[in-house]
């Protein structure tokens, strides 16, 4: 058992990952679809790294759960048929977020 420094009380058992599931698929995510495919040499590069998928995926990634709209684009209004689709390339193109801008 590992006890945390945030939470005394608290244990986690070894090799456990139902115990941070969410943790845990955010992390797979995160070295699946961005760490395995950059180099960061040094700090500085992998929090701005961190901090812009963190973003990604937090706001522009589309989520099954809200019928494959982004989370930040739920109270906005719904596309329209016709016009440009606009790509936003994020971390030089390893993520795209795409948008169809209004006619």
């Not at 244990?11 to 495919?37: D, M, V």
């Amino acid at each position: 058992m590992i006890t945390t420094p945030s939470s005394p009380g608290l244990s986690t058992p070894y090799q456990a990952p139902i115990a941070n599931c969410y943790a845990e698929s955010w992390l797979g995510s995160f070295k699946r679809e961005c760490l395995n495919h950059l180099l960061c040499f040094s700090l500085g590069q992998l929090d701005h790294v961190t901090v812009e998928y963190a973003r990604y995926h937090n706001d522009l990634r589309p989520n099954q759960g809200l019928a494959n709209v982004p989370p930040g684009d739920v109270n906005k209004n719904p596309p329209q048929p016709n016009g440009a689709i606009h790509r936003n390339r994020i971390l030089g193109g390893l993520l795209n977020h795409y948008e169809r801008k209004a006619a």
